[in-house]
């Protein structure tokens, strides 16, 4: 990552400076209790951290009996809470300890913790004995008159004693361990914020590239428009004068302009059939590109899918016959109707039946066969596995099986794609532009329904085709 490309909270100065750190973000408190634990092992000495601001961050504390004692007594309990508060109160200067006597004689000492060069915190070391103390204070027994004196004189000096040199050794030893653990709570937190600055980092870059294929993804989909939008209008544009040239052939051939010789008869039927393979192929385009852009509409009625077969069996079994292929039709009685537009159903049907027929060489059998399914979610296996998750629907199963030369596994999704054909070489004796699947997916899917593509056995292709029905309600 070069200065330039750096985001700006991406500070690496402000990031390692210490001015802002806190005692309470560098160390972790478990480690630290543990590491002033094993002082007051070694020398029975308590010992509090306190935060900048005054918060306890750790303490391991042993009460003394003394303490306990004075505390039972209500004027020993209020100069004792004085002394402790008066204690906390105390900012160390910079960089030198403290020492703060209570009114029993012991001493508290308070000690700066700093960390480069700046107070992060202090440490409280305390109750303790000066090592001379040999009586009992005045100020205690003036303080707290009602105390039992020879009670203090047994519990007093159960208190630690110490050397104000002692302490201090153990003030200093105390530090240059915090010290220790402060350094590599930094280089921890340090570590941790770059982590943190590059994940930002990586999380910018991934939306920006997010914004930038959204931005391509736009273009493409307006560009997509404008080739529909082109596509629609040409073919518009081309079917009118069409459909004059084959108007015009046909009155030619029926001899409306006069006789014509049988050579001439045959041109002008050439010229109408020709015609009319283009009107096919200039409407499927239109049929895409409105199914693409969504403009198609649908004329929705109420569907009989038995007698939307029975036509398509009708239109096909004159090409059938001249092939020498068999056709069967067997639907359920008694199917529901569904709704949804009988034209371009049977346009659909039609279009398989036609590759069925166009696939399928001469004693070949083509079956149209129609039943109801619940949810064909699971495969045509009738599996209700889903039924418990979801409400399973009825829907009409309409599968158009061939004994013809069959798609390769591979192919099976890639023939709904407009102008794919499996072969090329083959296709062109068969003929076709590979615009009837793309068009007949699109239409099952505007339906609602669906379609796949299984094998036959032994040979020839089965097309799936599910639509649901008309729920009863409506
Ligand atoms: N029943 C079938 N048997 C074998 N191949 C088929 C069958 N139906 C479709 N195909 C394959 O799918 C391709 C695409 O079909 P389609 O979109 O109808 O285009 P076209 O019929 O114009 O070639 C066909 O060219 C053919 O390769
Ligand atoms: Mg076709």
Known sequence: MTSQQRPPDFDLDQMTAAQNLRL?????????????RSF?????????????????????????????????????????GATVNGVKRVRPADDSSSLHPCFTGANYEVVPITYDG??????????FLPAELREVPGSLLTTVPELDRGKVKELLPKMPRAKAETVTNIAEHMRSVLDLILFSGHKALLTSQMHLASVRESYRELQDKNARLQEAFDKLKELDRL?????????????????????????????????LQPEQSEFVRTIREKGEQLLGLIMSLLDLSKLESGTLTLLRSEVSIRSVLDDV??????????????????????????????????????????????????????????SLVRDDDGGDDGSFGFALLAPARTMIQV??????IGIPEHER???????????SSSTREYGGTGLGLAIV???????????RIEGNKPAGTVFVVTLPVLPPAS
Do not use: W
């Not at 009155?251 to 409306?256: D, F």
């Not at 599968?399 to 013809?404: C, F, M, N, V, Y």
């Not at 023939?415 to 072969?423: I, K, L, S």
């Open 118 to 127: 700046r107070m992060v915190g202090k440490l409280i070391l305390g109750p």
């Open 40 to 80: 007051i092992n070694l020398f029975g000495i308590s010992i509090r951290v306190y935060s900048a601001d005054g918060e306890l961050l750790a303490d391991a504390v042993e009460q003394q009996a003394i303490c306990r004692y004075i505390n039972e007594l209500p004027n020993g309990r209020s100069a004792c």
């Open 441 to 451: 997916k699109r239409l099952i899917e505007a339906h609602d329904g669906k379609i």
């Open 24 to 36: 309470e973000d560098l160390v972790d408190r478990a480690s630290l209790k543990e590491v002033i």
């Open 413 to 423: 999704e890639k023939v709904f794609t407009p102008f794919y054909q499996v072969d």
């Open 313 to 370: 069996v009708s239109l096909l079994r004159p090409v059938a016959h001249k092939k020498g292929v068999q056709l069967a039709l067997a639907a359920d009685d008694a199917l529901p109707p569904l709704r949804g537009d009988a034209n371009r159903l049977r346009q659909a049907f039609l279009n398989i039946g036609e590759n069925a027929v166009k696939f399928t060489p001469a004693d070949g059998l083509i079956r149209l066969e129609a």
């Open 399 to 404: 599968r158009i099986s061939d004994t013809g």
């Open 227 to 259: 080739k529909s939008n082109f596509i629609a209008t040409v073919s518009h544009e081309l079917r009118t004068p069409l459909t004059s040239i084959i108007g015009y052939s046909e009155m030619l051939g029926e001899g409306i302009a006069g006789p």
